[in-house]
């Protein structure tokens, strides 16, 4: 099934060629094809086979009822809770942690027939650009396994970029998703803040996580995101707005549309290659009908700044839990104040730590005022400047990252690390839909083409997204995989 | 989990107990050199049915430890708060009652620390936007009117609940967490530092328990923590504006014990500040056992809580209509309801104040008197006898065999001259919890009073006859012979002849 869609693969279900059981089984023997790469932590074995059971009865039921998505193998990032299957979060604090419930998107998902088969890699806590930060050890790209996969869901990217499975599930903070869509070659949605349920998606940064999903067609993130997205009564931040129908926009083309090209975000540290790869893929909507706007987005270099700001002072709060006194790792020791020291100052990696350390200093007595509260000020003018220019533009267009994949330990600085997600974390603090599809090579490496739309317009950024899908063949590149890695796949 | 030295807490007790030998005498006198400043935090427990972010029940007393918990009051990684919605209408509903204004928006914020009673590392709370300001609550103590300012009420969540092997966790050996409790809505009610005197202090707590069991959102139990007091206690010289250093005292689970915990604060401070000592910033626990606060926390130690807005929840919008329903729907206030009762009743001050000390009680007195029952008496009947029933047999009249309709009948057979005051009692006493129509059994058992006057007249004559020793210990000035005399007539009519006319009788028989 190597490379085949959530549409093809639907399609062999109803017409009897193959069952969920068998495709999960594919989907199995392809993932550990890639061990080398070690994008999966660990596979869902019992919930895979009964879920696979659930499909195939939902598909012997009435076929017709049975949505796209009905037995359908996929991956999820490591930061997502179902019950009974360990979750980690990428790290060693958690490890052993077996939620007793499913969160909400998950739980969708499965209502809806898909079969996950394996729990991917991941930054610890989502917190990363390269999947370096893994308590588990990093992330090969499928295209170069030397390179990162982009982080923080890199295993979940990397294993939809692989052909291994058609969609898989990840998480957005600043770029999480986008980002490594952009490093692997494959679509990575971000919907708008709200949209879909952070209920079971252990919080990295609260007012800035979004599930989202990896496909390698539009239309297959498009239905994923429909399964997921929804008004949830145990996300209070959930959108209560009713879901625009995907399929009513899809199709539809850029003809006379009006595209805005942000101009901050076409400045230098563009890698050449990325410039010419995206300069041809506006081209590209300028001849699908688009019009392409200059826009201009001031507050944009602010923007690293205030998301680091206020990403780590959530974090500080929402790691707090992670005290080794109810799951996961605990370090004994004589006292309660050495016991948590010890059992945090063990279970966490070092990115974390200085998160963890950042919000807490910005939060701190005397500083919250000069950091945070001024950061949230900063955050409303980024969030003011997208709607000013969805006044005039239907959408924006843009690279997902000013680089390609790089190498593994290419970037030991933290900050050059942060720099990675400059061009996607403004999207997350004005909670906007993005998504990242693929627009050429760069030295045999992809590029991605980000698509942003206004709060709640997530059917319009899948819309654009499609149109320059479907008039290129990027989507259809896949990767060189050295012999290491490609196995037999069926 | 094992702790043996200090966590948290700075180097254990530094004081020795103090011995406040004549704490009278020596409260005077450190009262005459130094004013105490008091200002009182208290807890309430809802009375919802859930807790504040999660369905489990908000009742968790006497649950198996950690029964009562789910995914989102466990603080597990991923779940997500949502707000109990009857929470903040009861907080509203209470800041009404203690005067505060209510503003438009509000939002809550996380309260940041680590301990094990508290699941999520943060506790979720509400910080600079609070959904009520600038109370305040009047009372008198001792006839002088005291108005103490209410800063604010705002809602947060309850911790979990610890038990240490020894007295606290800085010298426990292991400690064990029960997280039943935790989650559960917790309205926090600070008030300025407007009181002087313990017993100032005191009464503040009655009224305030008074209040928020009127309006139903707390049940006023203090041993069993639903509704707590932490208080903050300075002293300063008579006469000066500023503020001394302030101690905060805890611990304290009933009025008496934050009565005696501040009476033994002044003397501790005044002592100490007489000696030209100063007073260091901490956190003192009360000890009932030992009589005496003894240090749990130094300043050293304070928390910076780093508070930030909650993420998770959005901020809160109480629109006028609310707020206006919800006042309209405010019972009527203690005090409201005991001026009235003076006034339309004409009940005593200290009465009306005793039948309003409990709302069942007010509402048993207005039901009586709307059967018909003469105002006094139905408040000597509710704060005597059926008090000391209701207390005995720990069941309230409204719940009694007896009921509401039964007292007034009973009450009404008195007033009328049926039945005499002790053969009332006696049928109280009977009927209070086996019930029954009390004007039915008076029928039955012929326990109506004996008001014939020829009757009256015969008894009383032969009692004269049959006791001329009493006759003549009367006659000779003992007025309790008499007594022996008018005991004689009720024995032989077993108790149903009116007292006062079988007196009467006899002291005009043996007139001289």
């Known amino acids: 099934m190597s490379g085949e869609t959530v549409g093809e693969l639907g399609a062999r279900l109803r017409r009897g060629e193959t069952t969920p059981g068998e495709l999960a089984a594919q989907a199995r023997s392809a993932l550990a094809a890639l061990d080398a790469l070690h994008p999966v932590l660990r596979y869902t074995e019992a919930l895979t086979e009964r879920q696979a059971g659930r499909a195939a009865q939902m598909l012997a039921d009435s076929p017709e009822q049975a949505g796209p998505l009905c037995g359908i193998p996929f991956a999820y990032k490591d930061v997502l809770c179902v019950e009974g299957v360990e979750t980690s979060a990428g790290s060693k604090i958690l490890q052993g942690f077996i939620p007793p419930y499913t969160g909400t998107a998950l739980a969708r998902l499965l209502d809806a027939g898909a079969v996950p088969v394996a729990v991917t890699n991941c930054d610890e806590f989502a917190m990363g650009s390269s999947n370096e930060n893994s308590a588990f050890g990093p992330v090969g790209n499928p295209w170069d396994p030397s390179r990162v996969p982009g982080g923080s869901s890199g295993g979940s990217a990397a294993v939809v970029a692989a052909g291994a499975v058609p969609f898989s599930l990840g998480t957005d903070t600043g770029g999480s998703i986008r980002q490594p869509a952009s490093f692997c070659g494959v679509a990575g949605f971000k919907p708008t803040y709200g949209r879909v349920s952070r209920y079971g998606l252990i919080a990295f940064a609260s007012s800035l996580d979004q599930i989202g999903p990896f496909a390698r067609r539009v239309a297959d993130a498009a239905h994923v995101f429909t399964a997921m997205a929804g008004h949830d009564p145990r996300d209070s931040t959930s959108s209560p707005a009713p879901v625009e129908p995907v399929s009513e926009q899809l199709g539809r083309g850029v003809q006379g549309m009006r595209l805005g090209v942000p101009r901050e975000y076409m400045a230098e540290g563009l890698e050449p290659g990325v410039r010419t790869a995206i300069a041809a893929a506006l081209a590209q909507l300028e001849k699908l009908g688009a019009t392409l706007v200059e826009v201009s987005l001031p507050s944009t270099e602010a923007a690293l700044s205030t998301y680091y700001i206020i990403a780590p002072a959530e974090c500080s709060a929402n790691l707090a839990r992670m005290d080794g006194v109810r799951f996961g790792l605990h370090v004994d020791r004589k006292s309660l104040t050495d016991t948590y020291l010890e059992t945090r100052g063990q279970g966490f990696g070092p990115e974390v730590k200085r998160r963890i350390m950042l919000g807490t200093y910005a939060l701190s007595s005397g500083y919250y005022d000069a950091y945070y509260r001024q950061a949230q000020k900063v955050r409303t003018l980024i969030a003011e400047e997208f709607d000013r220019a969805f006044e005039t533009v239907d959408a924006l267009v843009c690279p997902t990252s000013p680089i390609v994949a790089f190498p593994k330990g290419d970037k030991s600085d933290p900050l050059s690390m942060y720099l990675c997600d400059v061009l996607t974390l403004p999207v997350n603090l004005a909670g906007l839909p993005g998504i990242s599809i693929p627009c050429g090579l760069s030295e045999g490496l992809p590029v991605g083409l980000q698509v942003i739309g206004p709060r709640l317009q997530d059917a319009r950024v899948l819309r654009v997204a499609q149109a320059y899908e479907q008039a290129t063949a990027w989507h259809t590149e896949t990767p060189p995989l050295p012999p290491a890695v490609t196995g037999t796949p069926s | ?512």
Not at chain 2, 217 to 233: H, K, P, T
Not at chain 2, 264 to 290: F, H, M, S
């Open chain 2, 1 to 512: 989990m094992a702790h043996g030295d200090a966590a948290l807490a700075a180097g254990g007790d530094g004081d020795a107990v103090m011995t406040v030998t004549s704490a009278v005498s020596t409260l005077d006198q450190v009262m005459q050199r130094w004013e105490p400043v008091i200002g009182l935090e208290v807890h309430g427990q809802l009375l919802t049915q859930s807790k504040m972010f999660c369905g489990c029940s908000a009742d968790y007393i006497g649950s198996p430890p950690n029964s009562n918990t789910c995914p989102v009051c466990l603080g597990l990684p991923g779940v997500l708060p949502v707000m109990n919605r009857v929470a903040v209408e009861y907080t509203v509903r209470s800041a009404l009652a203690l005067n505060c204004e209510i503003p438009e928006h509000s939002k809550f914020d996380r309260k940041n620390y680590f301990y094990p009673d508290l699941p999520k590392g943060y506790q979720i709370s509400q910080w600079d936007m609070p959904l009520s300001l600038n109370g305040h609550l009047t009372f008198t103590v001792d006839g002088e009117e005291v108005r103490c300012g209410i800063t604010r009420v705002h809602l947060e969540e309850d911790t979990g609940t610890l038990q240490h092997a020894g007295d606290i966790l800085q010298q426990a050996r292991s400690s064990v967490v029960d997280l039943n409790r935790a989650g559960v809505p917790l309205m926090e009610i600070v008030g300025e530092p407007d009181l002087r005197t313990p017993a100032q202090a005191r009464e503040y707590l009655v009224r305030l328990r008074q209040i928020l069991v009127y309006i139903g959102v707390n049940d006023g139990n203090l041993e069993q923590g639903s509704f707590r007091c932490d208080a903050n206690i300075s002293l300063r010289k008579h006469g000066d504006t500023g503020l001394g250093v302030k101690v905060e005292v805890k611990n304290m689970n009933s009025f008496r014990a934050v009565h005696r915990a501040l009476e033994y604060e002044i003397v501790r401070q005044g002592r100490l500040l007489d000696q030209g000592q100063t007073i260091a910033q901490e956190t003192r626990g009360w000890v009932e056992a030992k009589g005496a606060t003894i240090s749990q926390r130094s300043k050293e130690y304070a928390h910076d809580y780093r508070y930030f807005p909650e993420p998770d929840l959005p901020p809160l919008h109480l629109s006028a209509a609310f707020v206006d329903r919800v006042r309209a729907g405010l019972p009527e206030l203690p005090q409201q309801l005991a001026e009235r009762l003076q006034r339309e009743h004409g009940l005593s001050a200290y009465d009306a104040a005793t039948i309003t000390a409990e709302r069942e009680d007010a509402r048993a007195f207005e039901a009586l008197v709307a059967a018909g029952v003469p105002a006094k008496a139905a408040a000597n009947w509710l704060m005597g006898e059926v008090a000391r029933l209701a207390r005995e047999t720990r069941i309230p009249l409204p719940g009694s065999g007896l009921g509401l309709d039964g007292l007034a009948s009973l009450v009404k057979l008195v007033e009328t001259g049926t039945i005499n005051g002790s053969t009332a009692k006696e049928l109280l006493e009977e009927l209070y919890l086996a019930g029954g129509d009390p004007a039915a059994v008076v029928r039955e058992r012929g326990l109506g009073q004996v008001s014939d006057q020829a009757e009256l007249e015969r008894l009383v004559d032969a009692v004269i006859a049959e006791n001329p020793a009493a006759v003549a210990d009367f006659r000779g000035g003992k007025e309790q012979a008499l007594q022996r005399l008018v005991g004689g007539v009720m024995k032989a009519t077993r108790g149903r002849a009116d007292a006062r006319v079988v007196t009467g009788l006899l002291r005009e028989r043996l007139a001289p």
